[in-house]
């Protein structure tokens, strides 16, 4: 920003296309400010403020309305290069058309395939402040299409021609063999993970145990250790398995000096503090014998300071045969503050790695990633600080991981928009921190009423293909934030209530070790305390309930698979409830996130009679069977904080 007052004021112009952004101040590099003067201050999904800025597109005045013979042109949007508006999934092409919110009453795809033409409703499958978002899959073939919608009397159309209330002359044309797709591996949608920290976890072998008294190195740092060991994972994994968690993701196992282990500073050997090789190969066979899967954190953006090469680089300075390894500003090379080299958010003990050179390229895609992967039969990896390694290094990487395991899956650490990084070309799916914002946001923090977290959350699907949305990694914790429990405000109701979204929509839930029994934490490290193996009633009930939860996920597909209906959002009374069909299959979701009992009324699932609870988030039994009433409304009465989850009662007849 610039100044021409001595640095009273400062400013900047920038050109804008419409759009919401968020914004700060950082003043001196360090002290980051929200705008007072800004429309509204948000919450990023990481715990950060920013300030809120919406671009109007011009035009957009005054405000739409459905039904009024206006359409506003300038919002309609169909951009082939762009995932969101085209892309493939198996055999059929995916076409979304935005146009402006609440401004039309219908949007219809025309399509020529060489012989006839034929129409196609477009629903609307999400939408945001602006702009509303009308989607449609089609056959995976040579096509012709244009979009028209409609308001009152009033038709326009979209074409390559661009928005027009003339008929237009032009097609869009669909190119079968060039559109993105996201092959996300197919047991992914299944999956329940689970988040390990080693370290953490289970103690199985004191022998092992890295010394406490003994200085970590000479730079002196400290760091507390508690012993854990991937013993301690082999020991508790049939603990897991009846907990219902299909898939391990450990943070970094192998060898470094600190807890955490995201500094490697030998990427070819299992820590030894951790039972080294044999422990780990150990585990991915006793994983394997019951079917389970495992997922590695790949920390490829930086290392450890007594990685070999550099500490070559320490020892011979400009001749090292690795200084173009890194990327060093100025000799000497020492571990100082300012490092001298770039590292991870400048913090020296952990250098960058030079992504552009080739040779540090061949070295984590054959002597790490490949020879891993040869060796031990896990099945994928999540990607530590994703963002800030270079996208042809990812792209390599991809190459590498699917050709050797083609169902190896790929997950980055992306904490925000994701869409540059899944399109196929780099990862299958992401952490999915704003997931986790939004549902923290209803539950946790009651900052936003059950209509907005419908509304966003669809936002939040739509964004990416199906595929990758039902296989996102969907959190309530991570070693990187608060603890579930502790930003519930130690509210066990909250807690489950959480639990409840988490294993009923779509994406494979992931559980951060302790969350299954309540554990507490704040900032790290108090949200890595070592795993409590002794909880208390509530914690012992908890687990108790997420099994359960977890049963009834793998016994129905249609929570798996299945499509996601809204029934209800009730702002008054804060309920939300939705069905989750697949195939014949249906699933009913009901949350209270109200602090008074509520009733209300339902469309019931098509041609059920009656429904069953199959589980309240409070354990108490509630009436065996509600009947549905004529009309097809079903009436209940559901505690203050509570959930159910609701089944048809099969009438008898399905059975033949
Ligand atoms: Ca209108
Ligand atoms: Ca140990």
């Given at each position: 920003m610039q100044s021409e007052d001595g640095g009273r004021t400062w400013t900047l112009t920038l050109h804008l296309m419409p759009g919401v952004y968020q914004y700060k101040f950082v003043v001196n590099g360090t002290d980051w400010r929200t705008d007072p003067h800004a429309v509204q201050n948000v919450d990023d999904g990481m715990g950060n403020i920013n300030s809120l800025l919406i671009v109007e597109a011009k035009g957009l005045n005054p405000p739409a309305r459905a039904g009024?013979?206006?359409?506003?042109?300038?919002a309609l949007r169909h951009e082939q290069r762009e995932m969101l508006y085209l892309h493939a999934e198996g055999q059929n092409a995916v076409l979304t058309l935005r146009a402006r919110?609440?401004?039309?009453q219908r949007v219809v795809l025309t399509l020529h395939d060489g012989k006839r033409f034929t129409k196609r409703e477009m629903p609307r499958v999400a939408q945001d402040s602006l702009f509303a978002y009308y989607r449609v899959t089609v056959p995976r073939r040579p096509l012709q299409y244009l979009f028209s919608v409609q308001d009152d009397n009033k038709q326009a159309w979209l074409s390559p021609q661009g928005a027009s209330e003339a008929r237009p002359t032009r097609w869009f044309l669909l190119q079968p063999d060039q559109l993105p797709e996201v092959k996300v591996p197919d047991w992914v949608a299944d999956a329940v993970f689970y988040q390990i920290m080693p370290d953490r976890f289970?103690?199985?072998?004191?022998?092992?145990?890295?010394?406490?008294?003994?200085?970590?190195?000479e730079t002196g740092r400290t760091d507390q250790f508690f012993g854990g060991d991937l013993w301690g994972v082999v020991q508790k994994v049939d603990y897991l398995r009846e907990l219902g968690v299909t898939a391990l993701y450990l943070t970094p196992i192998f060898?470094?000096?600190?807890?955490?282990?995201?500094?490697?500073?030998?990427?070819?050997?299992?820590?030894p503090h951790f039972g080294g090789d044999e422990a780990f190969l150990t585990l991915c066979r006793e994983l394997k014998r019951r079917g389970m899967r495992l997922i590695l954190d790949g920390v490829f953006n930086h290392v450890g300071v007594h990685f070999f090469a550099f500490r070559d680089l320490l020892e011979?300075?400009?001749?090292?045969?690795?200084?173009?390894w890194f990327t060093v500003?100025?000799?000497?090379?020492?571990?100082?503050?300012?490092?001298?080299y770039s590292a991870w958010w400048g913090i020296p003990y952990v250098p960058k790695l030079n992504h552009e050179n080739p040779q540090v390229r061949d070295y984590l895609l054959n002597q790490v990633i490949l020879r891993w992967m040869r060796r031990a039969p896990f099945d994928g990896w999540r990607l530590d600080?994703?963002?800030?390694?270079p996208d042809h290094f990812w792209r390599e990487f991809r190459k590498q991981v699917k050709r050797t395991r083609p169902d190896a899956v790929i997950i980055g650490e992306i904490w925000g928009d994701a869409t540059h990084w899944l399109r196929?070309?780099?990862?299958?799916?992401?952490?999915n921190y704003p997931w986790r914002g939004l549902v923290l946001d209803w539950i946790?923090?009651?900052?936003?009423?059950p209509s907005v977290l419908d509304e966003r959350l669809r936002l939040l699907a739509m964004t990416y293909p199906r595929t990758v949305t039902y296989g996102m990694y969907n959190?309530?914790?991570?070693?990187d934030t608060h603890r579930l429990r502790t930003l519930c405000g130690g509210d066990w109701r909250k807690v489950r209530l959480a639990f409840l979204l988490q294993m009923t929509l779509p994406g494979a839930p992931a559980i951060y070790y302790g969350d299954e029994v309540g554990m507490e934490g704040e900032h790290i490290p108090d949200n890595r305390?070592?795993?409590?193996?002794?909880?208390?009633a509530e914690g012992r009930a908890l687990r108790e309930y997420v099994s359960a939860l977890i049963r009834l996920r793998q016994q129905q597909v249609a929570l798996r698979r299945g499509e996601w209906t809204t029934l209800l959002t009730d702002d008054r009374q804060n309920l939300y409830a939705y069905l989750r069909r697949h195939n014949r299959q249906q699933v009913l979701v009901v949350l209270n996130n109200g602090e008074k009992p509520a009733r209300l009324r339902l469309r019931a699932?098509?041609?059920?009679?009656a429904l069953r609870v199959a589980l309240t988030s409070d354990g108490s039994t509630v009436p065996q069977s509600i009947a549905v009433e004529r009309g097809g409304q079903l009436s209940l009465e559901i505690p203050a904080m509570t959930g159910w989850v609701l089944l048809p009662v099969p009438t008898g007849k399905e059975g033949l």
């Open positions: 009024d013979g206006v359409i506003t042109l300038s919110r609440g401004d039309v289970l103690n199985a072998d004191p022998s092992n145990d890295p010394d406490p008294s003994k200085p970590l190195d060898t470094s000096v600190t807890h955490h282990k995201y500094d490697t500073d030998d990427y070819t050997r299992v820590d011979k300075q400009e001749a090292s045969a690795y200084r173009d500003q100025r000799f000497p090379v020492r571990i100082e503050n300012p490092a001298p600080v994703a963002n800030e390694v196929g070309d780099m990862f299958d799916a992401v952490m946790a923090f009651r900052r936003i009423p959190m309530l914790s991570s070693h305390r070592p795993m409590d193996w002794n909880p208390s699932p098509t041609g059920a009679r």
